[in-house]
């Protein structure tokens, strides 16, 4: 729908084209309302091009002409395949050179006159601008990029940087009666198909990492009383640990979750589970150990954690993502304390039942005569694990709002609605919070400001994330972070995908502590 078209899926590309200024736009796979997105023009030239101010080149996602005509059944005739793409915005296809449809029919396209000259000039000025840009016919001397060295690859500064993203992505779900930090010198018994993970910690399209840094290595650093048995592999059909060499009375860590052959380009999850039997896996560890076990979950999309939530044997989960190179070091570094944990979940953690839904199916909005309950943390009115936006710390922390509620006129709002694009309207309130580090520790911690729009005729959404800081307090440290509002923060849009301005009561929430946005009508 319109409404879904420009409330969820068109946003973060313009925001990409008009605040990022980026220099390739790449047109997608699939189809938008039966037309193939490499031949929209629509899509790429009257959006992206004449409405947002896009500038640079497009390509295609790899082999997405090819798809225009064998998969879509779109068009017939490879030439007017080409065609139609270029006029419509496309200039380079990503392709096979032996195989391609542009690779092996544009020569003759241009012959039969089906592809014209203006065709491809149109093309040639977009990929000339972008290696003129790059500086590829600029003198050797006069090119910055071609004075880079290998010392900036693997760099003491990269490689800090890569260990830093781990620590900063990773998210504690769980942490009952505080067995988390633990002591540094702790007895560890380390299970799990992923406790000595390596490869599997980078995800795809990764390149080769210099090092990689399993869970099981990360805690050696931090204690040599450490014992690894990791039970099965990812797929985990049999399990085969060795339960009579395993010290139960140490601390017990679990490390399960998913891989490349469960999650990948063109590798559908058929279910939310953990594979095979790590769910088993874990819920033994979890009786057989005398005290309650850390489970850590590494995977790049969500798993259903329910089983484990509510267990009082299990006392912490940690979710870690894909932490890359340095991911081992990072999850010791968040186990033993020496940094406290303030990732948020990038998603919602459903239940197994949210598989269920047809995937196709794309509206954001539920529908109560269909049961079907919505998508994204934004509408879903279905049983939920771990909330989106959900993550714990070792220390505690206090808010508080310093203005304690604001008014504003409707036909402002409107107003520069009317005025201004998304990325460019002018914010006309401030807001600022107080947050105080009430706990022990030194911690980051993730203010994530949600607005929570009145309830209305047109289906707004539940709550939208508005605006985000990561922000470093001292024990007891006090600070203030502002946030700015503007007008397309108080709007919803409306069924003809525009943004219009909605009187009632605004709410602005971070965490339990929240304050009112009056939107009035006079």
């Known amino acids: 729908t319109d409404q879904d078209m420009w409330e969820t899926f068109l946003p973060p590309f313009r925001a990409c084209v008009q605040r990022a200024n980026v220099s390739c736009l790449m047109c997608a796979y699939n189809a938008i309302n039966g037309v193939p997105c490499c031949a929209s023009s629509w899509l790429l030239t009257d959006l992206a091009k004449k409405e947002w101010g896009f500038k640079g080149y497009i390509s295609s996602d790899c082999g997405a002409l090819d798809d225009i005509k064998y998969d879509h059944k779109y068009i017939k005739d490879p030439h007017y395949v080409l065609r139609d793409s270029m006029r419509a915005g496309t200039d380079l296809s ?3 050179k032996k195989t391609g449809i542009m690779s092996k029919k544009l020569k003759s396209a241009v012959k039969k006159g089906v ?3 203006d065709d491809l000039n149109r093309a040639l000025e977009n990929l000339f601008w972008i290696r003129t840009k790059l500086g590829e016919f600029d003198q050797a001397d006069d090119n910055t990029y071609k004075h880079y060295s290998s010392d900036l690859v693997n760099s003491p500064y990269h490689q800090e940087l890569a260990l ?9 779900l769980k942490n009952d009666h505080k067995l988390l930090p633990l002591q540094p010198h702790s007895k560890i018994s380390l299970l799990g198909p992923l406790a000595d993970a390596s490869v599997e910690m980078q995800g795809g399209y990764s390149g080769d990492a210099p090092y990689l840094i399993s869970p099981y290595h990360g805690i050696r650093a931090y204690t040599g009383l450490v014992t690894l048995d990791v039970g099965c592999n990812v797929k985990c059909k049999k399990l085969s640990l ?12 679990v490390v399960v979750g998913l891989d490349l052959t469960i999650e990948n380009e063109d590798i559908d ?5 953990l594979p095979g039997k790590q769910s088993e896996l874990v819920l033994e560890a979890a009786s057989r150990f005398e005290s309650p076990i850390i489970l850590v979950l590494m995977s790049g999309s969500p798993v259903d954690l329910s089983a484990f939530k509510e267990n009082p044997k299990i006392g912490a989960i940690v979710w870690v993502g894909l932490p890359g190179q340095n991911g081992g070091r990072a999850l010791a570094d968040i186990l033993f304390g020496k940094r406290s944990p303030a990732g948020r979940l990038p998603f919602t953690m459903y239940t197994a039942q949210y598989a269920k839904i047809n995937v196709l199916d794309m509206r954001m909005r539920p529908d109560p005569n269909s049961n079907y309950p919505g998508r994204t943390y934004r509408f879903y009115t279905g049983p939920v694990v771990y909330s989106f936006g959900y993550g714990l710390s070792y220390s505690s922390f206090h808010y508080r709002w310093l203005n304690k509620s604001s008014d504003i006129l409707l036909t402002k709002v409107q107003s520069f609605l009317d005025n201004y694009g998304v990325e460019s309207c002018p914010s006309f309130i401030s807001v600022s919070i107080q947050v105080t580090n009430t706990g022990s520790m030194d911690s980051d911690i993730s203010i994530l400001l949600f607005i929570v729009p009145p309830i209305n005729e047109l289906n707004a959404p ?3 994330l508005r605006g985000f800081e990561r922000i470093h307090l001292r024990a007891k440290g006090t600070t203030t972070v502002t946030f700015n ?5 108080l709007s919803i849009v409306n069924t003809k995908g525009k943004h219009t301005a909605l009187d009632g009561r605004w709410k602005l929430k971070v965490e339990d502590a929240s304050m009112t ?3 009035n009508r006079e």
């Open 242 to 253: 060795s339960w009579d060499s395993i010290s139960t009375s140490y601390q017990g860590i």
């Open 164 to 172: 830093e993203a781990a620590r900063q992505g990773i998210v504690l």
């Open 517 to 519: 946005v009056r939107v």
């Open 94 to 96: 990503c392709e096979n």
């Open 462 to 464: 539940i709550q939208s």
């Open 269 to 273: 999850k058929l279910d939310l589970l």
């Open 485 to 489: 509002i503007n007008a397309y923060d």
């Open 115 to 117: 592809v014209t000259e």
